[in-house]
């Protein structure tokens, strides 16, 4: 089976170590600057970084269009911290979003920089503990029924998971674990994209209520 193509929106943040990331385990990465660039792509990962800066370098192509084209074709979106934030369907305190992650997500919710930390996640569907670094992160205030939790500390959920919809709150790509990128590329693998049965939960789709608040 041909190892997946995976793409990482290099407008800002940490996309170079995305890329490595994904490198390591023998797959094509591509730097996307331009709408044009995700053609052919299996996934996209949307950096950490600023999401409003993110979203004002955005302004210059109709990137909210082509992702949720992309989305719709079947390619899977991944999103850590600032990407998380731009995934969700409802930011706190409010600011666009492609909505395409049925949860509630508060920017800075930790703190400052200064407030940043590194911790382990419990993360039994990523085979185990992972390292977890939050800088200025966002926290996941509540989720709706469809969305999977993936990894957690201290109970409280940092990666999640809606259909084809990746999104963590921390930076894996500043630890040595792939376990992360790895579980996207088997999420992208093109033998799979179209196959496999995936719960796409009610994106896009009438709101309900979220059945867990945190």
Known sequence: MAAPKFGVLALQGDFAAHAAAFRTLGMTAREVRRVAQLDGLDGLMIPGGESTTLLNLMQDEPWFDALHRFHDAGG??????????????????????????????????????????????????????????????????????????????????????????????????????PALHRYLAELAAPALVGTTTVNTGNVGGERTAPDQWI
Not at 77 to 93: H, M, Q
Not at 107 to 125: H, I, M
């Open 76 to 177: 899977v979106l991944a999103g850590t911290c600032a990407g998380a934030i731009l995934l969700s369907r409802e930011v706190r305190p409010h600011q666009p979003s492609l909505a395409l992650l049925d949860a509630i997500i508060e920017r800075n919710a930790y703190g400052r920089q200064v407030d940043s930390f590194q911790t382990v996640a419990l993360a039994p569907a990523l085979g185990g503990s992972i390292d977890a670094v939050f800088i200025r992160a966002p926290r996941f205030r509540a989720l709706w029924p469809d969305v999977e939790v993936l990894a957690r500390v201290e109970r409280e959920p940092v990666l999640v998971r809606q259909g084809r919809v990746v999104a963590a709150t921390f930076h894996p790509e500043l630890t040595r674990s």
